[in-house]
């Protein structure tokens, strides 16, 4: 395993074997005729749209994320809404990807992220409400982030970061799609206000290397879900 301690590795993967963006594409298609997730929000009415910059809190909550979380119906909540989802692999695609990292990069078992955290980043907005370290909402200091893009994430359209821990020199990393991005998460991270006229879609997610694996007693902030193996984790 690299070592990840103040990383920021950017690394390739096939987009043939892990289909990312024809799910998201796909998916956007049926529910909104959104055929390219890139224009997501020219096909959101604009009464649907956020209204102000999103904050912590509300960067989880507007129309067009109740329309992209329903790509799986593993997060839907009930028997009866999993039914009213169509099932296009996503969650399972997701697993086979931890099942790469594992291999390629960390070379033993990983616990993760149930379900990932599913982000749009609309011109003129945040897709985060502020610039953070995940530890700061409670999460495990051995955690790992991953992000992965499903759009161009270049300039104010991306995820920018400090270089080092408390250097808050924060730049942006750019990714094309078919990257993916692993970073420590004692790194300050968050975004600027997007003005590059396209939607950013992305979705990240934590992971523990299962040697350094430690039952927490905190929750998750948005779905108040303990930091623990068959809750907000699996193995």
């Known amino acids: 395993m690299l070592a990840i301690e103040n990383t920021i590795c950017i690394r390739n993967y096939d987009s043939k074997q892990f289909p990312f963006y024809e799910i998201f594409s796909g998916h956007c298609l049926d529910t909104i005729s959104c055929q390219h997730p890139h224009l997501l929000h020219e096909y959101i009415a604009d009464n649907l749209k956020p209204n102000k ?139 600027e206000i997007n003005v590059e006229g396209y939607s950013r879609v992305s979705f990240d997610f934590r992971v523990i290397p299962l040697s350094k694996y430690k039952q927490s007693e905190g929750k998750s902030i948005n779905q108040n879900m303990k930091f623990a193996i068959g809750d907000y984790y699996q193995i």
Request: net charge negative; aromatic share 14%; proline share 4%.
């Open 53 to 191: 910059i999103l904050k912590v809190g509300e960067d989880q909550a507007t129309y067009a994320h109740s329309i992209l979380y329903q790509i799986d119906p593993q997060y839907q909540k009930n028997r009866h809404q999993q039914n009213q989802v169509k099932d296009r692999g996503f969650i399972k695609t997701y697993q086979n990807f931890i099942s790469f990292l594992e291999e390629s990069f960390f070379g033993e078992k990983l616990v993760y992220q149930k379900l990932p955290t599913l982000r749009i980043h609309f011109p003129n907005n945040l897709s985060v409400g502020e610039y953070h370290r995940d530890r700061d909402y409670n999460h495990p200091m051995e955690e790992i982030n991953i992000w992965v893009p499903i759009t161009t994430a270049k300039r104010t359209a991306t995820i920018h970061m400090e270089s080092s821990f408390d250097r808050g020199d924060f730049h942006p990393i750019e990714l094309e799609y078919g990257q993916y991005l692993i970073f420590d998460s004692a790194l300050k991270h968050g975004n």
